[in-house]
């Protein structure tokens, strides 16, 4: 048996970062303490806050409900709701609306869920049935749509999401390769833009690896389906790459946080913030003068029609 470097407790997991065994009192007690140098660098909950938690009942998502509620839940001038996204994915996003559900409900977290079909008439799995773009494409502009605008309905001051340090990373790097400054800009945190909810990722700190522990280590359910449209074959690549590199030199993926932050400044003096239009049809806010969310149900709608 392994024990804590900390108290010599039974480890439960080994920190290739900090080259640590830790027990499960100080690993959850270290996993905690980067959430809080995360939210308070950033100042991403602050007195009066009304949060939104993107809920989807993925293992990510749960971990977040959970370990906020838990560092934040007690304090009166905060308040937290959780919003899950249907987006009508048979077989796969059913089982995580009931988690996130039962979530919600054990951590007394007022829950909304807000469908695809409810909203735009179409589940995601008609409207790649109908259409000719990729799953993700659809996916990723109506959520992104619906969280914002349901947010901000709800009075939300904040969204916050579940990304960790390996999805961030990905991000960074993926960038990079695509030579694509202008998208690495837009993951400068907290840039405050009208009517669009400012999103908040308190994960953004902790590795993938040790979102699975806390959540195993906690007792919260963990749902590890893929979903059926997943292809991202670029982005797999570079998180394989990044996980071989963290492996032989561990701590990289810091280094990339570090590196990125270093950057802001630079980022932000070469693509200055603009000021958002009102979609025309819909009002939400947009950089041109029909969102993007319009567009494509025209398109679906025009292919439904033929
Ligand atoms: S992988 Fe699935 S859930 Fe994720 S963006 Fe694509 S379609 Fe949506
Ligand atoms: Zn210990
Ligand atoms: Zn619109």
């Known amino acids: 048996m392994l024990s804590c470097d900390l108290c010599n407790g039974e480890a439960v997991i080994y920190q290739r970062h900090s080259n640590r065994h830790l027990c499960k009192k100080h690993f959850i007690r270290d996993f905690e ?3 809080k140098y995360a939210v308070n660098k950033y100042k991403m909950i602050e007195k ?6 993107a809920l989807s009942g993925g293992k990510d998502s749960v971990v977040l409900a959970f370990v906020l509620s838990k560092l934040y839940g007690k304090r009166r001038d905060i308040e937290f709701i959780a919003i899950t996204i249907d987006e009508g994915i048979e077989g796969y996003r059913p089982p995580t609306v009931e988690i996130a559900k039962n979530i919600a409900k054990n951590l007394e977290i007022e829950h ?3 469908s695809f079909k409810e909203n735009f008439g179409l589940t995601l799995d008609e409207m790649v049935r109908i259409g000719e773009k990729k799953p993700c494409s659809y996916c990723g502009v109506f959520r992104k749509y619906l969280l914002n605008k349901t947010a901000r309905e709800l009075n939300a001051t904040k969204l916050a999401t579940g990304h960790n340090l390996d ?3 990905q991000t960074i790097m993926l960038n990079y390769i695509h030579g694509d400054i202008e998208r690495l800009a837009r993951l400068i945190p907290q840039r405050v833009q009208e009517d669009l ?6 994960m953004r700190e902790v590795y993938e690896k040790e979102v699975v522990i806390y959540g195993l280590l906690n007792g919260l359910p963990q749902d590890m389906n893929e979903c059926p449209y997943s292809y991202f074959p670029v982005r797999a690549a570079i998180r394989d790459f990044l996980y071989e590199f963290e492996n032989k030199y561990p701590g990289r993926k810091f280094s990339i946080m570090r590196g990125f932050e270093n950057l802001i400044p630079c980022l932000k003096e070469l693509y200055p913030q603009v000021k958002l239009n009102k979609c025309e049809r819909c009002g939400e806010p947009t950089s041109k003068n029909i ?3 319009c567009v494509l149900l025209d398109e679906l709608k025009t292919k439904l029609e033929c």
Do not use: W
């Open 33 to 35: 303490k980067r959430i």
């Open 48 to 53: 009066n806050d009304k949060i939104a938690i």
């Open 112 to 114: 909304h869920i807000v």
């Open 167 to 169: 999805d961030e990373t």
């Open 197 to 202: 909810i400012l999103r908040i990722k308190p």
């Open 291 to 293: 969102c993007q969310a």
